[in-house]
């Protein structure tokens, strides 16, 4: 097979692969391998053919990805224990950052915690939420809840 070939077809797939799923970025090596396919048409280097596709798909990826991520209008949504950032847990095991020790449920999950504030203890049983992750560890603050008053009481003061 001839590179110039090789290079329209793999163009083509990554543009087909754009289609389908709209993230514009295969998109940038689509671009890349159609200059690389014309390239190899006035040279027959294969490692400059490569590096002409490397070089034009890294310029395209690191300047045009701003306008991509514009154009989709959406946020990245967070993967793994990144997504946790944000929800609420249940201390299980006190939080103790003398100790470094302390644990917290999160849905059906146990995770190791630490404060956020780095030296405050958070007792059993109290409300947390991630604000951060470190390694192995969920950053947590205590969710300060409002003392509840029954309507009596509210009317008496």
């Known amino acids: 097979m001839e590179m110039w070939m090789f290079w329209t077809i793999l163009g083509v797939v990554c543009v ?67 997504a946790l950032v944000g929800n609420e847990g249940v201390v299980i095991e006190e939080v103790n950052p003398d100790t470094g020790k302390g644990l917290i449920r999160v849905g059906s999950d146990v995770w190791r915690a630490r404060p956020s504030d780095g030296s405050s203890m958070i007792s059993v049983g109290r409300r947390v939420r991630i604000t951060g992750v470190d390694g192995t560890h969920l950053i947590v603050e205590e969710v300060k809840r409002e003392p509840f008053h029954s309507q009596q009481e509210k009317e008496g003061e």
């Open 16 to 82: 087909i692969i754009e289609v389908i799923t709209p993230s514009f970025f295969i998109l940038w090596f689509g671009i890349g391998a159609f200059i690389s396919a014309l390239m190899s048409l006035f040279m027959k280097s294969v490692t400059l053919q490569v590096l002409v596709f490397a070089a034009v798909s890294a310029v395209l990826v690191i300047f045009t990805r701003p306008l991509g991520k514009a154009l989709v209008g959406k946020a990245t949504r967070k993967a793994g224990v990144d």
